[in-house]
């Protein structure tokens, strides 16, 4: 009977110990697993996903332009090209607003493509001259940016060959 009692005492530790190591790869794993979705959730943040739209007028946010004003300086003209590319993309947007694209302007710093490879991500903060651009969307072609200030004969140009070679 001790020898049944001791048996039953060593078997209830080693399912103790086991169920404990158990626990302990569980936690492990469920704590790489939130890892894993906080790690993809920051890399979405200030994304903007190019194949929800057909044309994207890319500017900085009030932070970014700030910072940039403090790099380059008030008198850096970036007033002026922030005014131009705004009346430019505004101009472009009022004229298409009866047709049948979506337009959109972002100020998201990342822009994420699908690509025959996977998804491809392009941080405008590593371009030069990346601040201000617009993404142009066929749905039978890979998206194109355009980074700088462009007019609107030379955005609706754009589109239209953007048109003739993605049939």
């Not at 998804?119 to 371009?127: L, T």
Request: proline residues 1%; glycine residues 4%.
């Amino acid at each position: 009977m001790k020898t049944t009692i001791k048996m039953i005492f060593i078997l209830f530790g080693l399912l103790s110990i086991i169920s404990c190591k158990n626990d302990k790869k569980e936690r492990k794993l469920e704590k790489l697993k939130n890892e894993r979705v906080a790690e993809t959730q920051l890399t979405y943040v200030d994304t903007i996903f190019a194949k929800n739209y057909d044309l994207i007028f890319l500017r900085p946010n009030e932070k970014e332009f700030n910072r940039l004003l403090e790099v380059h300086g008030e008198d850096s003209g970036l007033y002026e090209v922030d005014s131009d590319f705004g009346f430019y993309a505004s101009k472009v947007n009022d004229s298409l607003s009866s047709a049948d694209l979506k337009i959109e302007f972002k100020t998201e710093r990342i822009i994420a493509m699908d690509s025959d490879n996977g998804m491809v991500f392009i941080d405008r903060e590593e371009i030069e001259n990346g601040a201000y651009g617009i993404l142009f969307n066929h749905t039978k072609c890979f998206p194109t940016i355009e980074f700088g200030v462009m007019t609107d004969i030379e955005i609706y140009q754009r589109m239209a060959d953007q048109k003739e070679n993605c049939r």
